[in-house]
């Protein structure tokens, strides 16, 4: 099977590319003090953007490199990606590095998913109890997730 991700990639690249000059320019009240039906921020959100990359990352290359189905933790599960929000508090991270972070990790993800083993999309993590995910159904996700949480943080912005 070989799946093509060159218009997943591409869509990332372009969203990067409009929401760094977007997230750069908001001001301290919005991006710290506005917040979600989750009750994060706009810097909480974008940090829990970056963990998103960061554990995907991890996810796709052991999807290629270990035996399926992988065993590799589901930091979403019960909560615990606020308690990763929490633990690194991006609430009081410089708000540039957090903006170049999410930036960089989304351009290395983008390249990432353009270089993965088309034999190995099928290659399947364990993400909870009775719930296999094949590693193209969580590349195609990934980009849903990441437009779930620019439209949070667009309600956010556009709050009064």
């Known amino acids: ?44 959100i974008v940090g829990h953007l970056i963990d998103s ?12 490199n270990l035996e399926p189905p992988l065993v590799f933790p589901n930091y979403a599960s019960l909560g615990n990606n606020d308690r990763w929000i929490a633990i690194q ?22 390249h990432v ?15 909870g109890h009775d719930r296999n995910i094949k590693l193209k159904d969580l590349i195609v996700d990934f980009l849903r997730h990441l437009k779930l949480h620019l439209s949070e943080i667009t309600q956010l912005m556009n709050e009064y």
């Open 113 to 127: 998913i353009r270089n993965v083993d088309p034999d190995k999309l099928n290659n399947e993590w364990i993400a």
């Open 1 to 44: 099977m070989n799946m093509n991700f060159e218009p997943l990639c591409k869509e990332i690249e372009t969203l990067v590319a409009e929401w760094e000059p977007k997230l750069s320019s908001l001001n301290e009240e919005t991006i710290s003090q506005r917040r979600n039906i989750q009750n994060r921020t706009i810097k909480q």
């Open 53 to 64: 990359a960061s554990n995907n990352i991890h996810r796709i290359v052991h999807l290629q």
């Open 89 to 110: 508090d991006y609430q009081n991270e410089d708000w540039n590095i957090l903006v170049q972070l999410m930036k960089y990790s989304y351009l290395h993800i983008s």
